[in-house]
């Protein structure tokens, strides 16, 4: 996915609240396949639902990144529901971060430094919307089942997009 | 990998993205490392003036002073961190920028995700040329 398309994707499903913020250079977005574009206004609405405790007590939530994660979750679910991004590594789930800045700003342009931004996990093979600290417990397989889960990601719209990603790899 | 039996014992992780932050610290506190946190190439060359560390795990993408730029200013420094191995972490996978990263100065580069057994290989593997250099 190229960055410009993922702000676009942003922009077209943002909220009086939720807004996209474009910085260049904050994130890698080529990893991401098109497909899964149409999970974003899902990603959107989850954050909308949540909105006063993922601001920080700030008015807007300027979302600016999504990009692979550093480390992925590893279950049966891949092979299970024919969702496999990691050929070497069926087992690997795709997994991404969300990248946001809660701000006051009115001026979205103005913003150049992102070094106070959260992030949200997505996990796309099973659609779940995480915070680090279950993701990181998930990831990790550590036993404290700490953190939240935020929503999940409508699963035929996932379904949809795993279809499109298995028919481009098979040919 | 022996927990308690490294050579150099202190990482600095430089990383914007808390999911990765905290993620990388765990596994590297998991397998016997210290590791302190960085949110940016600015944030870490205080870090490095003020303490001393054994290997760097760096972003590219950040905010203030990106990866190349650190990387850069590390080996182009008249310091004792000046040779400070630096393992750079990213999800940028064109050559173009792997090959950018080896030219600012850095020693390997892991693409997102991370294959933790790999990291683990690689870390034992600098530590057991560290030690062999220090003989």
Redesign the interface.
């Known amino acids: 996915m190229d960055y410009r398309h993922f702000i676009k994707i942003v922009s077209e499903h943002q909220t009086p609240r939720i807004k996209p913020l474009y910085l260049d ?4 977005t ?2 991401i396949p098109d497909d899964f574009s149409n999970a974003i206004i899902d990603i959107i609405r989850i954050i909308d639902q949540y909105f006063n405790e993922l601001s920080k007590g700030k008015p807007i939530i300027a979302i600016f990144g999504l ?6 979750i590893e279950s049966k679910l891949p092979c299970a529901r024919n969702r496999i991004f ?1 050929v070497e590594n069926k087992d ?1 789930h795709f ?1 991404c ?1 969300l ?1 946001y800045l809660p701000t006051a700003s009115e001026d979205l342009q103005q913003i ?4 106070h ?3 949200l ?1 997505i996990d796309f093979t099973s659609g779940f919307i995480m915070d ?1 600290e279950q ?2 417990c998930k ?2 397989h ?1 036993s404290n089942s700490g953190g939240k889960t935020y929503g999940q990601i409508n699963d035929q719209k996932l379904r949809a997009a795993w279809a499109q990603v298995q028919s481009r790899t098979q040919h | 990998m022996e927990k308690s039996n490294h050579y150099f014992k202190k990482i600095l992780i430089v990383e ?5 932050k ?3 610290k ?2 590297l506190e ?1 397998i016997g490392f210290h590791a302190e946190l960085a ?2 190439g600015q944030e870490a060359l205080i870090f490095l003036q003020e303490k001393k560390f054994d290997l760097i795990l760096s972003d590219i ?1 950040m ?2 002073m ?1 990866g190349y730029e650190l990387a850069k200013k590390i080996r182009a420094s008249n310091t004792d961190f000046k040779h400070i191995p630096i393992i750079g ?6 050559p173009e920028n792997i090959q950018k990263a080896k030219m600012s100065g850095m020693n390997e580069i892991f693409t ?3 294959n ?1 057994t790999v990291l683990k290989k690689l870390l034992h593997t600098l530590n057991h040329k560290s030690e062999l250099s220090n003989i």
């Open positions: 250079n904050s994130c890698a080529k990893q990009q692979m994660a550093c480390i992925a990691t690997k997994c971060t990248s150049k430094d992102w070094t931004s959260e992030n996990a680090k993701y990181i990831a990790l550590l | 914007d993205d808390a999911i990765v905290y993620a990388v765990t596994i998991d949110s940016n993408n905010p203030i990106d972490i990213t999800a940028q996978i064109e997102k995700p991370i933790i």
